[in-house]
């Protein structure tokens, strides 16, 4: 079983910036890829970022390419979202998500190829 814990969301003004972590622990040795999965009110869950854990290869959705950085600490077992030049549509509940399988990058934008979830951190930015 893995766990992952989120943190750093809150409420920003737009054009702020927010850095979310997310810890995993538990058994994490075969870890493949982590990724970010955000899911607006009434919206369904969208894929927002991913990254290989060995190679650190990232993979984004077009709409926060340029906005948003995700990295990973494998010494800490930890994933990073530093998200800057934020908008209101950026407005969601954030989720880390682990995946153990091996998969292709353009895959990984798929929820369905992970394995474990974090409970999500709100991020609200105001217009």
């Known amino acids: 079983q893995v766990q992952l814990v989120e943190s750093g969301g809150g409420l920003v003004q737009a054009g702020d910036s927010l850095r979310l972590s997310c810890a995993a622990s538990?058994?994490?040795?075969?870890?493949?890829?982590m990724g970010w999965f955000r899911q607006a009110p009434g919206k369904e869950r969208e894929f927002v970022a991913t990254?290989?854990?060995?190679?650190?290869?990232?993979y984004y959705t077009d709409s926060v390419k340029d906005r948003f950085t995700i990295s990973r600490d494998r010494t800490k077992n930890t994933v990073y979202l530093q998200m800057n030049s934020l908008a209101p549509e950026d407005t969601a509940v954030y989720y880390c998500a682990y995946c153990a399988a091996t998969a292709r990058v353009v895959d990984l934008a798929n929820g369905s190829n992970y394995g474990a979830w974090g409970q999500g951190t709100q991020v609200t930015v105001s217009s």
């Open positions: 538990g058994r994490t040795f075969s870890t493949h890829a």
């Open positions: 990254i290989t854990w060995t190679l650190g290869i990232t």
